[in-house]
């Protein structure tokens, strides 16, 4: 878990992992930002090698209030050079393991299926969220059942880009 001592070095790594990225508008490290002063922030666990900070992942409830412990993941930012060594893969698998503890009923995601299909999601863009890539909205029941409804994230994602 993050302590109030990582906030700044979370921000800046979150920056460096986002930069130049063509699927990034630049406003990943003020959603994390809002989520944690809203109090949003479920998990938000970091990834440490030695001294350094290597990655970062969050997750934060979702709405309507029909999906009762929803959350959704992101962003997961993980230093450029410890990129594709499985530093994202561990704090995701963390990450879902500390929501089903909770007793979570699933978590939702906008990304990549290539890479989230191995953690068990899968595409569903008839739920995603207005303003949302309908082709890349994703989810992860951890019980027998899914959304009915369209899945709204916390209003932190909606901060303007950089």
């Known amino acids: 878990m993050e302590s109030p001592s990582d906030h700044d070095a979370i921000r800046s790594l979150i920056v460096r992992a986002f930069a130049g990225r063509p699927f990034s ?3 990943e490290s003020r959603v994390v ?3 944690r002063r ?32 929803w959350y959704a993941l992101g ?27 909770r007793g979570a009923n699933g978590c939702a995601l906008v990304g990549d299926h290539r890479y989230y299909r191995r953690f068990g ?3 569903a863009p008839e739920l995603a969220p207005p303003g949302y890539p309908t082709e890349h909205f ?13 899945v709204v994230f916390h209003p932190a994602f909606s901060v303007a880009p950089s």
Do not use: N
Not at 47 to 69: E, W
């Open 25 to 27: 508008d630049g406003s």
């Open 33 to 35: 930002d809002g989520l």
């Open 121 to 123: 999601f899968s595409l």
């Open 75 to 101: 962003p997961v930012s993980v230093e450029p050079s410890f990129q594709r060594c499985g530093v994202g893969t561990r704090l995701i698998e963390a990450g879902l393991r500390g929501l089903r503890s």
């Open 38 to 69: 809203a109090d949003a922030l479920v998990l938000s666990l970091v990834a440490v090698m030695g001294s350094q900070m290597v990655g970062h992942v969050a997750f934060s409830p979702v709405g309507p209030p029909a999906l009762h412990d």
């Open 138 to 150: 994703q989810l992860l029941a951890f019980g027998p059942s899914r959304p009915t409804v369209r």
